[in-house]
């Protein structure tokens, strides 16, 4: 039998170890410490997304959540990038806790940052008076609950509530891009599959860090169409 050639250095996998022998000591004297977090890029001249990153890294901990792990999906959340310490993702968990605060910060990482940033220092344009937020919130809530009923009509969850619980999730990070799962959704409904990709068309607003087509655009161009009916049915009016 042939063995393939060790082409690394020599001596590189001894210094890992020592590294490693060297690190444990240190590791256990930090447990259950005070963690300091270093961060840079955007977030150092953002205030918001700074104090999105903390609460989503806090909640994540008081959920079951350990403190890297905890670290690393919160910063994955807010950037809706989706890399998890798990290979699994967020299934790995197997936390509701866990699940519905990334949901909760996945979805408002979809939204414009300007507009989160408007909410939150009582400016009139904010979230709550913007028609393209009004739309990205409902039909993503409104698509997973669609979703929910095509899984619970299916018996493929026992009941309504779990149905939501990874209908909700899966939804939400489709519609951010951010690319966490719970579920093996292959395995869904096709309606639940058709909807599915529809959203991963639209995604979130603009403005924020998710992709796709947006919101902003898909609500335009409903606005456009209506407009073209109204125009062909009373075609000297002034729209």
Sequence with gaps: MKYAKDTRPKGVSHKAAEVLVEALPWIKNITGKTVVIKYGGSAMVDEQLRADVMNDIVLLKIVGM???DAVCNSFSTIATGGFCTRNSSIASFNNAGVE???????????LHFGLIYGTLTGKNNNIFKSEISKYYIFSTLAGGVVIAISLWLTDIYPNIWISLRYSLFQII?????????TADSSVWTPLAIVVLMLFTIQCACAGSTAGGIKCDRILLSFKAMKAAIIQRQHPNAII
């Excluded at 990070?173 to 799962?181: D, I, L, P």
Aim: no cysteine.
């Design 173 to 181: 990070s489709v519609a951010s891009t951010t690319g966490f799962a």
């Design 100 to 110: 519905f605060i990334v949901m909760f910060f996945m979805l408002v990482s979809g």
């Design 66 to 68: 350990g403190w890297f």
